[in-house]
């Protein structure tokens, strides 16, 4: 998420070697989890990234990693926002955004104590929400929404996904999902190309992932 640079977890982790001959980087109380172009992602920034709802975990996976694989992205994602500068995002959209992670919270007490455990403040957390409408708008400007799909092939994802179309028991009929599987092929389709971005965002870059409890295969895109 940029929050350190990578200058200042080499030099903690000297000093800690300093005090405790034998300790890796890698376990340091800040444990660093990948280093992308120089920015390092620590395990501080995935908690708070899930902690503020940055993220999503599919079910049955690593969640540490699930995380990192997205921070990652994220970090990739945001050197080609910098390098090409899509407009500035609305103030009313940064702020329904706030408005929705302080919403995960029971009270605002609740609310600022997670900041003070994260380290945040609210103008770092409202420069991540900026960055990440930034990166959102970037897609939307690279990856547009695709030719629409024809009517053999949303009748073909409708005969192969009959259980996404069924409730309580009955199959509902075509014409009534129409609009859905549309959206559904749309999204797909744009997923896809939208990883193969990203897989190709990873071979250019600089990037080391030091985490090691998990696979470090990328998270397909959110």
Partial sequence: M?????????LA?????????????????????????GEVITLSDARAARTFGLV?????????????????DRD??????????????D???????????????????????????????QAHLRAVVRDNLRIQAYLDQRFPTPPAPSDEEVAQYY??????FTRNGVRLPLAQVHD???ARLDAE?????IAEWLAGLRVRGNLRILYLGGSSAPAPPR
């Fill in 2 to 10: 940029r929050i350190r640079r990578v200058a200042i977890v080499v």
């Fill in 13 to 37: 982790a000297v000093m800690a070697a300093a005090v405790q001959p034998g300790l890796r980087a890698d376990e340091i109380i800040d444990r660093v989890l990948a280093v992308v172009s």
């Fill in 56 to 72: 999503t975990l599919p079910p049955g996976v690593d969640a540490i990693n699930a995380v990192l694989q997205q921070l990652i």
């Fill in 76 to 89: 990739l994602m945001l050197g080609e926002v910098e390098h090409y500068a899509p407009p500035e995002p």
């Fill in 91 to 121: 103030p009313k959209a940064i702020d329904r955004d706030l408005a929705a992670i302080r919403a995960r919270f029971p009270s605002q007490a609740a609310y600022e104590q997670a900041l003070l455990v994260a380290g945040f403040d």
């Fill in 159 to 164: 005969q192969t996904h009959a259980a996404a």
């Fill in 180 to 182: 859905e599987i549309v």
């Fill in 189 to 193: 389709r744009r997923n896809a190309l």
